[in-house]
């Protein structure tokens, strides 16, 4: 089970309180329509036992006795708490023909004016190219009022 593992507190100390650590660990995980019957309650508490095992074993430091404050999302969270659709939280999967100019447009063809920014149009998901796509977003609409 690959996941990635941030330790931002190394970096910037005020992200934690003195002498603690700030740390977070995404786990890659199906959509909610490719497995519908996961029992997000009880696979959270098994994906956190292999991880916090994981952790441990490559020594990094985090006693699972310790952790003072801990958030868990599952895509369940984050479709209902934040209306992502099917539970993605990188919106739709970097596959060859939904990147790029393949993704969705940055202008609606159905309201005049209405443009769009974010992961969700195009070029991507993903800080650099949601900057990039803020930047192309800007661009039309600069062409259009030049
Ligand atoms: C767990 C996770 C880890 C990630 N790690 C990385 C990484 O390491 N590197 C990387 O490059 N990318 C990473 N990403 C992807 C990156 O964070 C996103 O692609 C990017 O933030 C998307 O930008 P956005 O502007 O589309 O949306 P967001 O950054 O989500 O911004 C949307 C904003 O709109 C606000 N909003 C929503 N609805 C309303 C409303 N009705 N009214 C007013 N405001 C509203 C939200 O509160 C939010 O602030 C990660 C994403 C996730 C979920």
């Known amino acids: 089970m690959p996941f990635y593992v ?3 507190s190394a970096t910037d100390p005020e992200l934690a309180p003195q002498g603690d650590t700030a740390m977070f660990v995404l786990v ?6 490719e497995m519908p ?3 997000w309650e009880a696979e959270t508490a098994r994906v956190k036992a292999r991880v916090l095992e994981r952790l441990w074993h490559h020594n990094v430091g985090l006693d699972p006795e310790k952790i003072v404050v801990e958030e868990v999302l599952t895509p369940l969270d984050w479709k209902r708490g934040f209306g992502l659709y099917d539970g993605s939280a990188f919106g739709a999967a970097h ?3 939904q ?6 447009r940055n202008y609606s063809d159905d309201v005049d004016g209405l443009y769009y920014v974010g992961a969700g149009t195009t ?5 650099p190219m949601v900057v990039l796509g ?3 977003t800007a661009e039309r609409i600069e062409s259009r009022v030049r």
């Open 6 to 8: 941030s330790v931002p």
């Open 134 to 136: 803020g930047k192309l």
């Open 123 to 127: 070029p991507g998901t993903g800080m």
């Open 28 to 33: 890659p995980t199906p959509l909610l329509s």
């Open 37 to 39: 019957n996961v029992d």
């Open 99 to 104: 990147v790029g100019p393949f993704r969705a």
């Open 95 to 97: 596959t060859l023909f």
